[in-house]
């Protein structure tokens, strides 16, 4: 088992990263005898993960709500079901929320936790790959607008995050390949041996080796843990966390959130943002060769769609919740593993990086 500690003061907390957690008694998830808990997972993960869950738990008053899989169940009115649900069983401040799932049910439920009574405590147990080296870690918790994604959210730090990896055997390989991007996007950012590491054990990664993974989880955790225990609100090098970002939300908008998961939105951007980089000579050339080839090994996609049009890449950016009073702020590439946010680059700049991402370029008229 391996700890990253979360150093926010009152606010700190354990992600704990180990196999075979859920189903045995873990100190991790001791209530006192009769507090209430209510689990909150999805229609996919409940019936794998929550009988094991609910072993865990031990003496608490546990309940359970299991709500619809999908981004599109991530609003308001299945937040408000969990708020319901915890009024029905009568919570109190001192109840609890459990999550049991990927970023959607830990982002949501950790959002009912963050209002029910102005915050009750939380526990995130992390379900996908990219809940557990991304959405778990750092606070955010929140729900989408019909015009937004993340429109309405709060920053609230659980009581302890619980990776349990044997959960990954279960996980969709694409959905696997999405969280690969976020642990690519780590390292890309800051820290050169790590992606070094990735690169030398890829086909261990690819394969879900055990041991590798857990590794991998606790480097990308650590990594994120750094960063968000700098810049809790994000107002600084938090931002660097969007590297590839901007591109992949664009892209995202784009496709109108079908075509492409989050974390291959996010490999595509990265393509981008690191053939910036090389175009406009703040990074050697060969970086952006070099993280292709690590994406396409973990079988993510590289290059932008044909049919889309440069000019309506930067249209959608400039309306990024990100950008600042009309420049486009972007993370870019100075080596590998050292990222930096950059609000110099001009359109025609980013109309070229996103023409060589594409292998036959729309024409704009
Ligand atoms: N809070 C943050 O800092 C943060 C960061 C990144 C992303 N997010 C949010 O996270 C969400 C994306 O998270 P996600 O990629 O986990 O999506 P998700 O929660 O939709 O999970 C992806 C799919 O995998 C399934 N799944 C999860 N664990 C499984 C398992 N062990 N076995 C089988 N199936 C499993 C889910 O049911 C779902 O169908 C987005 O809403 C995004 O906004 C939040
Ligand atoms: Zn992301």
């Known amino acids: ?22 189903g045995n008694q873990h100190p991790a998830l001791k209530m006192s005898k009769g507090t209430k808990t209510l689990i909150v997972s999805n ?48 919570a109190t401040r001192d109840a609890c929320v459990v999550t049991l799932g990927g ?33 778990s870690v750092g606070g955010k918790t929140g729900i989408n607008h019909l015009l937004g994604k993340n429109l309405i959210g709060s920053f609230h730090q659980p009581r302890s995050v619980l990776i349990d990896i044997n959960t990954l055997k279960t996980l969709p390989d694409r959905e696997f390949s999405a ?19 990735l690169e030398q054990h890829c086909d261990d990664i690819a394969d879900r080796e055990p041991e590798k993974l857990a590794t ?26 969007n590297f590839g970002h901007s591109f992949a939300h664009a892209l995202e908008t784009l496709t109108g959130y079908e075509q492409f998961l989050h974390g291959e939105a996010v490999a595509i951007g990265m393509m981008v943002a690191s053939r910036l980089s090389e175009q406009r000579g703040l990074c050697k050339s ?32 400039k309306l990024d919740k990100k950008t600042l009073s009309g420049s486009i702020r972007l993370v870019l590439v100075r080596e590998p593993g050292i990222g930096f946010v950059d609000s110099t680059t001009d359109r025609q700049q980013i109309q070229t990086a996103i023409r060589s991402s594409q292998s036959n370029p729309a024409q704009t008229f």
Not at 1 to 22: H, K, N, P
Not at 186 to 196: M, N, Q, S
Not at 218 to 241: F, H, M, P, W, Y
């Open 1 to 22: 088992m391996q700890t990253v500690s979360i150093d926010l003061a009152e606010r700190s907390y354990e992600v704990l990263i180990g196999s075979g957690m859920l």
């Open 43 to 90: 229609e996919t993960v409940a019936p794998l993960y929550l009988p094991a869950l609910v072993k865990s738990l031990g003496d608490a008053e546990i309940h359970s709500l299991v709500l619809p899989d999908g981004e599109k169940f991530k609003n308001s009115q299945y937040w408000l079901r969990i708020i319901d649900k915890l009024v029905d069983i009568q």
């Open 103 to 135: 970023g959607v049910i830990g982002d949501m439920g950790g959002f009912a936790a963050a209002s029910y009574m102005r915050g009750i405590s939380f526990i995130q147990i992390p379900t996908s790959l990219l809940a557990q080296v991304d959405a």
């Open 179 to 197: 969280g690969l991007a976020e642990v690519v996007k780590i390292a890309a950012i800051r820290d050169a041996g790590f992606l070094r590491w």
């Open 216 to 241: 991998m989880i606790e480097r990308s955790v650590s990594n994120k843990a750094k960063v968000v225990t700098r810049d809790e609100r994000e107002q600084g090098i938090r931002a660097l966390l």
């Open 286 to 317: 060969g970086f952006s060769e070099r993280l292709g080839v690590l994406l396409d090994r973990f079988k993510l996609p590289l290059d932008v769609p044909e049919n889309l049009h440069a000019n309506d890449f930067i249209d959608v950016m």
